[in-house]
């Protein structure tokens, strides 16, 4: 571990090679090839302690590394020598994928430290990701990451529909849907994105021959048009109208006892849906990433006249992945925070840190009438096991299970390894609920 306490004499044996990335990498080429960048910008990483700083360079279209001082960064990545010592694994662990993670949110770490600009901090927020990325590549050599086949053909329908719901108001809602199973289930996108995550899991053979899947994006969210009840960067969520939209959108489609799945900020108001199960009429509910309550120090960079949202939402959430997850599914998520519209994003997680809060209200959930199977990848450092565990153990009858291998996005992140622990939740929410209609006709005869 002492080696790790000056950074730059850590990485030595490797800076050639990291040089060579540097130049090479067509990702760092499409991050910084712009004209907008009319003079060189340095930024730092170092460990905590000494001031033996990896400084990088950027200027359009190229980036460079050399050895020096912090004092010639307009900001630095600051870190303990054993923080970097796990960042620096072949595979790190949670929540070391990332500086993201390091940095913490709910996992609080001391010694994670950003010198400097914090303004220049989040507007290179995608360069020096990319840049540590690289630096990893030429330590370790690159992260063997999951397979997955390459997709043929796509067995999704979409449409449009409109919905009147509280807060609302009537919208233009775009969804899809797939599979011809007994079982409906509606999936819930994350906050800031849309429900192109769930194309993997509805293109699953398994889930399709199961179940009757749903998908929905949020009114201005994807491609549903937005409210008329906002304007434009002032969007905002809270329980009851999202509980709301879930309600409306049921009973428009007619759907009969769904089950509700959805990941973080759905995966709280998949809780919200067990709590008031006859609003929405569903039978079981399979909250991922959730927990009974989230409050975090809120920061504005995704709503900032400052930073360009669509480059920092994306990096934002880019490091809560596993890094084993494929590169292609890593991009679609990216891909999907930064097509999102102004304020959205931010608005999402008005509902998500703090705005639910289920404390008071989750003991009380019936999970004879609505079983809650919960279940969190282990790289989600926003939302961690620990956390949906602790909400779990609150509930009477409600499972949780980790996810090895799986992140804050897992119907995205690997579809193929995230199947088997939906299917298993699915099942034992029917289990369940087949065991309590026994039950009920035993006792009226």
């Not at 990702?27 to 990896?54: E, H, M, R, V, Y």
């Not at 949110?105 to 901090?121: A, L, P, R, S, Y």
């Not at 009757?212 to 994807?222: E, I, K, V």
């Amino acid at each position: 571990m002492g080696n790790w306490s000056d950074l730059t004499a850590a990485l030595k044996g490797s800076f050639v090679e990291f040089s060579t990335l540097l130049q090479s990498d067509g990702q760092l080429k499409a991050f910084t090839t712009s004209n907008a960048i009319d003079k060189p910008a340095t930024f730092g990483i170092k460990s905590s302690g000494s001031d033996n700083t990896l400084l990088i360079e950027v200027s359009n279209g190229s980036a460079k590394a050399k050895a020096g001082s912090s004092k010639d960064a307009l900001f630095t990545l600051s870190a303990l020598p054993e923080q970097w010592e796990q960042f620096f694994k072949d595979v790190p662990v949670a929540p070391y994928q990332s500086y993201w993670g390091m940095f913490g949110m709910n996992i609080k770490q001391k010694g994670i430290e950003v010198e400097g600009d914090e303004t220049h901090f989040a507007h290179w927020t995608h360069v020096w990701r990319r840049v540590l990325e690289l630096a990893h590549d030429a330590q370790c050599g690159p992260i063997e990451e999951d397979t997955q086949p390459e997709p043929t053909q796509d067995y999704l329908t979409g449409k449009y529909v409109f919905l009147e719901a509280p807060v609302w108001g009537t919208t233009k809602v775009f969804y899809e849907y797939s599979g011809d199973g007994k079982q409906p289930i509606v999936f819930l996108h994350t906050a800031g994105s849309d429900s192109r995550q769930y194309h993997g899991v509805m293109n699953d053979s398994r889930m399709r021959s199961r179940c009757s899947m749903y998908a929905f994006d949020l009114p201005g969210h994807g491609r549903s048009f937005p409210s008329q009840q906002h304007f434009p960067g002032a969007h905002t969520n809270t329980e009851d109208s999202y509980v709301g939209i879930i309600a409306a959108f049921v009973k428009k489609l007619g759907l009969r006892r769904p089950i509700i799945c959805g990941a973080s900020m759905a995966g709280q108001v998949c809780l919200a849906v067990a709590i008031r199960h006859k609003e929405v009429g569903a039978i079981g509910t399979i909250p991922l990433q959730g927990s009974e309550y989230l409050n975090m120090e809120r920061q504005w960079h995704d709503r900032s006249p400052y930073v360009n949202q669509s480059l920092f939402n994306p990096e934002w959430v880019y490091g809560m992945m596993s890094p084993t997850a494929p590169l292609a599914n890593k991009q679609l998520i990216w891909h999907l925070y930064s097509a999102q519209a102004y304020g959205i994003f931010h608005g999402d997680l008005d509902f998500y840190f703090g705005g639910w809060d289920g404390r008071s209200r989750v003991a009380n959930i019936d999970t004879n009438q609505c079983p809650v199977y919960m279940l969190t990848g282990e790289y989600d450092w926003s939302n961690t096991p620990d956390m949906s565990q602790k909400t779990a153990d609150k509930i009477p009858g409600a499972k949780h299970k980790a996810m090895p291998g799986l992140g804050h996005f897992p119907a995205t992140e690997n579809p193929a390894k995230f199947v088997p622990h939906l299917i298993e939740a699915i099942e034992h929410i029917q289990k369940v609920r087949a065991g309590n209609l026994s039950t009920m006709r035993l006792g009226t005869e």
